[in-house]
């Protein structure tokens, strides 16, 4: 059983790019939610994707979007790179209804 | 909304010795669960120990152990016998469970370090 891959583990941008970052959810699980984790806090929610599409949203402005695609993996975009979207992202796979998730080791980005 | 607290930053015990870190939230809910994760410095969050709200017994993994009292909304952890490994950040988490968006709730963490 694979856990879940979040790539790439370290990413440095410039403000007002655009960045993606990407995960693979474990086997068997078929939804992926999006987590932010600046530095001494705890993760934010960002959203969840089932089926394909969002299912929920966390208080994120639009330019966090994301993707899920068949195989279950998904992808997260941030547009306009702020200072303030540096931090860990954590990405985690579960199946809906299981209450059992299981996290990646996250990307820490950067932001200058 | 739901909140999580943790209210201890920081917590310190030496290895073998018990420690018991604690969390409190705030629902409305009726059905939900209660996780403990820990955040090693390799960042993965590692789920510890999980309760249902409707199970009424406290949830236990080999040295961990959880008392859950749920009219006073508190789910502290207890880690007996600590080892230099339980050394992390452990963090309370809450989900609502109905249909729906699955969002955790995460508290700020508490730092637990364990002294040789």
């Known amino acids: 059983e694979t856990g879940v891959t979040q790539s790439p583990t370290h990413l440095i941008k410039t403000r007002g790019q655009q960045v993606t970052l990407r995960c693979s959810s474990q086997?068997?699980?078929?939804?992926v939610s999006w987590y932010q984790q600046a530095l001494g806090q705890g993760p934010q929610f960002i959203f969840q994707?089932?089926?394909?599409?969002?299912?929920g949203r966390g208080n994120f402005p639009p330019r966090f979007s994301g993707l899920q695609f068949p195989n279950y993996s998904s992808e997260l975009n941030v547009n306009a790179l702020e200072l303030d979207d540096s931090a860990l992202y954590l990405c985690?796979?579960?199946?809906?209804?299981?209450?059992?998730?299981?996290f990646g080791s996250g990307t820490r980005l950067t932001v200058v | 909304a739901q909140t999580v607290t943790q209210s201890q930053p920081e917590m310190s015990v030496q290895e073998a010795e018990t420690v018991t870190l604690s969390c409190t939230y705030d629902?409305?809910?009726?059905?939900?669960?209660l996780f403990w994760y820990k955040q090693p410095p390799s960042r993965q969050m590692i789920l510890v120990i999980r309760?249902?709200?409707?199970?009424?017994q406290n949830a236990t993994e080999n040295r961990f152990s959880v008392n859950f009292q749920k009219a006073a909304k508190s789910f502290s952890l207890k880690i007996s016998d600590s080892q230099l490994g339980d050394t992390a950040m452990y963090f309370c988490?809450?989900?609502?469970?109905?249909?729906?968006?699955?969002?955790?709730?995460f508290g700020k963490g508490t730092k637990l370090t364990v002294n040789p």
């Open positions: 985690a796979s579960s199946s809906v209804g299981h209450y059992g998730y299981t």
């Open positions: 086997s068997g699980h078929n939804t």
């Open positions: 994707y089932y089926r394909e599409e969002e299912n």
């Open positions: 629902t409305s809910e009726n059905n939900y669960y």
């Open positions: 309760q249902e709200a409707y199970k009424q």
């Open positions: 988490a809450f989900i609502k469970a109905q249909g729906g968006s699955e969002k955790l709730v």
